[in-house]
């Protein structure tokens, strides 16, 4: 008789699981934001130093994320989580304890880019896309990148209450404890690596990625989630000291990071439950070009704390759920065999912009004391990526079709 599963090793189990380790991958990361003002005034560095580490941080965690892909392909995802988790730690430890830029360039951005990477909800949720059935697909992909915006609404404001009592540098040590969580719980998640396509057949990782880089729905793919990351990297840096330049009080800044986490939380859901009924690009275009109006809005709308808080919850709506509707196509068109490794290669390009919208907003606001041309180009680019989604085929390759008998 067939031996039965344990309880946890069931897809419910693992799916939760999944969806901690996104709370807290994402939880922490989405506070570093918070600590701009507070370290850049203790330690007389500028924004853009400040930004420059940050996007060095999400550069690595681009480029380490193709990589954490691969290697859970190859020995296993638990074992690439719990690596991830003890460079968390250890980055957001040394951000604690540097006394230098450099020092703070090599921890915040070095270290807990690569820790960020190697537990990231890319490779949670590619996990946990392959223990369901492929109509619940897209909305686990949902739930895993809902638990994500739960972490910021949870983090947010415990970071600033921390920075408030604790002071910054103890903030930090409690986060980096924090992220240790990862580690048991990365033991639950499958243990299997050589996952079998759904048709039976093997395909090399060279040959995927052949095929991927050659189709041009990939490419348009990329190209999105490029504009994804510049929005989304230079609102989580930049947005809480923006607020308290208007002159509102700084607790403003970390309610609207909570406000866009707890909105995203039902964006994301709904985001997902919406890419099992229509189509994928479409829900993409309107979500970026959505992102451009509330940009908009907020840029001639008087600055009140109304108008912040409003604005938080309109792009929380609209925060990460580019995420499972982005993951899902990839999983539509190229199948589950190398989901990891192609999300992260299109994650890539969404760390590279993340990369753009952290340092250029330092950078930009250094030289002009504004955000202003910053929050244009943001507008520009949600229009470019509204149109790019548009002429991406959804249809499965031939491959991933059954062929008649």
Known sequence: MPTATPLWRSPTAIIIAGCLIAMVNFGIRSSFGLFLSPLTIDHGWTRQEYGLALAIQNLLWGFGSPLAGALAEKYGTPRVLAAGAVLYALGVLGMSQSSSILMFDLAAGLITGLGIAFTSFGIAIAAMARVVSPAQRSLALGLGTAAGSLGQVLFSPLAQSMIGTNGPYGALIVLAACSLVILPLAFLMPQDANVKSATGTDQSISAALTEAFGHRGYLLLTAGFFVCGFQLAFITV???????????????????????????????????????????????????????????????????????????????????????????????????????????????????????????????????????????????????????????NETPLARLTPKAA
Do not use: C, E
């Open 238 to 392: 930049h947005f809480p000291v923006y607020v308290k330049d208007l002159g509102l009080d700084v607790r403003v800044g970390a309610m609207a990071l909570m406000l866009i986490g707890l909105f995203n939380i039902a964006g994301s859901i709904l985001s997902g439950m919406a890419g099992q009924r229509w189509s994928k690009r479409y829900g993409l275009s309107l979500i970026y070009f959505a992102r451009s109006v509330a940009t908009v809005a907020l840029l001639y709308a008087p600055k009140t704390q109304t108008t912040i808080l409003l604005f938080a919850a309109a792009f929380g709506l609209l925060w990460l759920s580019t995420v499972p509707l982005t993951s899902g196509l990839i999983a539509q068109v190229f199948g589950m065999r190398y989901m990891g490794t192609l999300y992260g290669f299109v994650f890539l390009s969404h760390q590279v912009g993340s990369f753009l919208g952290v340092w250029l907003g330092g950078l930009i606001y250094d030289r002009t004391g504004s955000y202003d041309l910053l929050w244009w180009l943001s507008i520009a680019l949600g229009i470019f990526a509204t149109v790019v989604h548009l002429p991406i």
